[in-house]
């Protein structure tokens, strides 16, 4: 009686190990449909996967792969100029909405391509840790997600959205290098607030100069392309104490129209090269009492034009600062 009582404990033990073993083992369906843009649509292929985090997946030897035409999971798909994961890469984020090349011109010349776009031949697609955080970043009329650090994503220089699920407190930097350098290493980056209430361009002027629209090669003044992106999710158990400030610009035009009244929401104590804006909603957090905003980018306090206190109060702010700032602190 006693040895077929162990032997029950025995398998039970093996069960639980195996729904254990199951639980961190998670996986993401996603998939990406490639082709020729010049060829019948029938003669794309989609390719399916399914991914856990810390264990990409790969395809090699991809034939006739010279445009990606739609993406979806939370995953992303990094391509490669030539076979067995060499040369060229580009990253693209999932949700893509038109098609595009591959190159870093993917998308601004999907039409016609340039020595700067080619036929992928290789792939490997990662999947996302969590969907917490989403930047959505691409042109005027093309978009795709990324959920994660991203690196040699095609040249975007439209920032559409910046999402966390509710509760979540998120970080966004746009970088224009292809591997996440900062300005102290000579580039530039700039820092997105999390609920991004409508697209801005990337660059320090890309708020400000939001609804003038480009010419043939030629962008707004003060934006440039991006080419990787940070998305990281904060501690969560230091949500509740977080500073955070909300602000933007007065809406430009039709206060109802497209270019209405700008806002985000930046968490932490503080943020410098953001886009130069104007106006500030509110601020909070526990112990986060006074408010300040630095014309320069990177907090040069001799130059500060600008400060509030006492708002905690009120909760509320909603006028304008003053002048254009590109930093902002909220201390004790």
Request: charged fraction near 20%; proline fraction near 4%; aromatic fraction near 12%.
């Amino acid at each position: 009686m006693r040895a077929k009582r162990t032997k029950s404990v025995a398998k039970l033990g093996i069960f639980f190990a195996f729904v254990v073993a199951n639980t961190h083992a998670w996986a993401a369906s996603c998939s990406v449909e490639i082709g020729r843009p010049d060829q019948g649509r029938d003669t794309y292929q989609t390719l399916s996967f399914k991914v856990e985090h810390g264990a990409p997946q790969r395809s090699d030897n991809l034939q006739n792969a010279r445009a990606v035409f739609q993406t979806s999971g939370p995953c992303s798909f990094r391509f490669f100029e030539k076979a067995g994961y060499q040369g060229r890469s580009i990253t693209i984020g999932t949700n893509l909405d038109r098609w595009i090349r591959f190159g870093i011109d993917g998308i601004e010349n999907r039409l016609q391509g340039t020595n700067n776009t080619w036929d992928a031949k290789s792939l490997i697609v990662e999947a996302a840790e969590h969907t917490d955080c989403t930047m959505r970043v691409g042109n005027l009329s093309i978009t795709m997600d990324y959920h994660q650090n991203v690196r040699n994503i095609p040249l975007s220089r439209v920032i559409h959205k910046t999402l966390g699920t509710s509760g979540t407190q998120c970080l966004f930097t746009a970088h224009d290098s292809p591997d996440l350098k900062l300005a102290t290493q000579g580039y530039r980056q700039m820092g997105v607030g999390q609920d991004l209430s409508s697209p801005i361009y990337a660059g320090p002027m890309g708020v400000l100069n939001r609804a003038e629209q480009p010419r043939p090669g030629q962008w707004p003044a003060g934006t440039w392309d991006m080419q990787s992106l940070t998305v990281f999710r904060l501690r969560e158990e230091l949500a509740a104490s977080r500073c955070w400030v909300t602000v933007g610009a007065p809406h430009i035009g039709n206060p109802s129209g497209p270019y209405r009244a700008l806002s985000m929401k930046y968490y932490g104590n503080e943020w410098g090269y953001v886009p130069e804006m104007t106006y500030a909603y509110a601020f909070g957090g526990q112990n986060c009492n006074r408010l300040a905003f630095f014309e320069d980018a990177d907090y040069n306090r001799t130059h500060t034009k600008h400060e509030r206190q006492d708002y905690m109060r009120k909760g509320k702010i909603e006028e304008e600062v003053g002048f254009g700032f590109q930093s902002i602190g909220v201390f004790q």
